[in-house]
């Protein structure tokens, strides 16, 4: 008690890392800090200088009727007002700097049913951002990781190699948003992408990225770079938002609902707490079905990684379901069956317009170990970047879609 004055001194405290620090059981650590921090800059002007024992309710509304012009939606306005209420539920305990939390149930502005909306990308428009060299590596990877993952962008940006467990092929994200530990197989693909950062970062794959809260930003201004011109994603009207990084998401949970994968399978990648958030995408998913769209090409695919400018060996192609993949024509997405198909031998050549069936732990095993030679040219060029050691660091196909 005493230490926190004002509202911008334990705001400053709360964003810095050290209320974090100094109550560790009340407070945790944010992985937003420096968005947040932005946000509160904004309001400091108006009430910053407030002390904390005279602060009210109409400060809190004076606050929210000085946000900037650009905050026009209901969810945003929302995460100022949640910003303000937790400075001062924090205020209250475990600072102790004021008696009662003055602010009435009810404060936070509503958020109008239909006014979230989920915009994605099409798979096309996926690959030519992951191809397009003008935008920088890591920024790719990020945005290609979130597609085909699900995780939200905090969780991927602060993603450790600790966390990339590559010798079960599974990811870590460590405690989620709603409270559980996420962890999952990662998709085909996804590890052998995240492989090419290794010898550039030392802590995380994206430790270089700032957390600055921008990455709406910069993943518009990356599709522009890579030649994307569909409107809906740069501009927002009635009905319809602008793209943001965060609705990488919605191209996730589109397509795993696209290709029949079950509730409990998207939840554990993407941290949803109910069903009832996973079928708010039901009518992308069927409108994703009726184009024919198919699936995105596996990450180290779309990122050319040890494939030289043609793109993908012959015979590579997208992951679909388990047990099924994806040849690519002119007559669109297709599914060629491979149970018992000579190629799933090692030694043995795929043959054009066919693909590998996703295989088991054990089968990826049996690659590893086998002489380079004897294995198949699939696996040769996407394992081609790196020491003997990094050819050995890729997940093992789990049969899992890439998303």
């Not at 996804?190 to 600055?212: H, M, N």
């Not at 921008?214 to 740069?234: I, K, N, P, Q, S």
């Amino acid at each position: 008690p005493g230490r926190w004055q004002t509202f911008e001194d334990l705001g400053v405290s709360w964003t810095s890392g050290e209320l974090h620090r100094l109550f560790p059981d009340h407070v945790r650590a944010k992985k937003t800090s420096e968005r947040d921090a932005g946000r509160l800059a904004a309001l400091y002007p108006f009430v910053g200088r407030v002390r904390l024992k005279d602060f009210t309710l109409e400060h809190a509304l004076l606050a929210m009727r000085s946000l900037p012009e650009t905050t026009k939606r209901p969810m945003s306005r929302r995460h100022y007002a949640q910003l303000i209420a937790k400075i001062l539920r924090y205020a209250e305990f475990p600072c102790q700097a004021i008696e009662r939390y003055p602010l009435p149930k009810g404060f936070l502005p509503k958020v109008p049913k239909g006014d979230v909306m989920f915009p994605h990308l099409y798979p096309s428009e996926d690959l030519a951002l992951l191809r397009c060299e003008k935008v920088p590596l890591a920024v790719r990877v990020l945005f290609g990781l979130i597609n085909r993952e699900g995780m939200r962008v905090e969780e991927a940006r602060n993603l450790s190699w600790a966390g990339v467990d590559t010798a079960h092929g599974v990811l870590n994200v460590g405690i989620r948003k709603n409270g559980k530990a996420g962890s999952w197989p990662a998709s085909d693909g996804t590890l052998e992408g995240l492989a090419v950062l290794r010898e550039q970062t030392s802590t995380g794959p994206f430790e270089s990225l700032p957390d600055d809260g921008r990455y709406a930003d910069r993943l518009r201004d990356a599709l522009r770079e890579a030649g994307v011109t569909r409107e809906a994603l740069f501009a927002s009207g009635s009905g319809r938002r602008m793209l943001r990084a965060h609705d990488l998401r919605a191209t996730f949970v589109t397509l795993a609902l696209a290709t029949g994968r079950p509730e409990g399978w998207i939840m554990r990648r993407t941290g949803h707490s109910s069903s009832k958030q996973i079928h708010e995408y039901d009518h992308a998913a069927d409108s994703w079905s009726e184009m024919g769209l198919g699936p995105l090409e596996r990450l180290d695919v779309a990122l050319r990684l040890g494939l030289g400018p043609a793109g993908a060996p012959e015979g590579s192609g997208p992951v679909g379901r388990e047990g099924e993949t994806k040849s690519e024509t002119n007559d669109g997405p297709g599914t060629a069956e491979t149970e018992g198909d000579s190629s799933m031998i090692p030694g043995s050549s795929p043959s054009r317009g066919r693909t590998e069936k996703a295989l088991r732990p054990g089968d990826f095993k049996a690659r590893v170990e086998a002489p380079e030679a004897t294995q198949p040219l699939e696996y040769r060029a996407l394992t081609s970047v790196g020491d003997d050691e990094k050819r050995r660091a890729v997940s093992p196909s789990i049969g899992g879609v890439s998303q």
